[in-house]
């Protein structure tokens, strides 16, 4: 069973940053291919961006790409999250997820274990 804990959100302004920070514990931590979701009130989750379990793959948003970066530090447990130029239809809540792969994935349906969420909000 894998625990995952988001931390770093909250209220920046249009063109701010944000880093997000998602910490893993009670599994093999580099078994696991990691994603970024996120879901606006009234939308459906959606893919951010995913990482591999060794970091050579990635996936992006087209949303997103040129403006966030997604890694991960395997003797630390920990995916990160870096959102740059926010804009304001990045406001959302957003969830780190882990699935047991050695391929990025991009589906929500892939993913066994999910994080509580964390709140980010981009004013205008």
């Known amino acids: 069973q894998v625990q995952l804990v988001e931390s770093g959100g909250g209220l920046a302004q249009a063109g701010g940053s944000l880093r997000l920070s998602c910490a893993a514990s009670?599994?093999?931590?580099?078994?696991?291919?990691m994603g970024w979701f996120r879901q606006a009130p009234g939308k459906e989750r959606e893919i951010v961006a995913a990482?591999?379990?060794?970091?050579?793959?990635?996936h992006y948003a087209d949303s997103v790409k040129g403006r966030f970066t997604v890694s991960r530090d395997n003797a630390k447990n920990t995916v990160l999250l870096q959102m740059n130029s926010l804009k304001p239809e990045d406001t959302a809540v957003y969830y780190c997820?882990?699935?047991?792969?050695?391929?990025?994935?991009?589906?929500?349906?892939?993913?066994?274990?999910w994080g509580q969420g964390t709140q980010v909000t981009v004013s205008s």
């Open positions: 009670g599994g093999t931590f580099r078994s696991y291919s």
């Open positions: 997820a882990a699935g047991p792969s050695i391929r990025v994935l991009v589906t929500a349906g892939d993913y066994n274990y």
């Open positions: 990482i591999s379990r060794n970091a050579a793959g990635t």
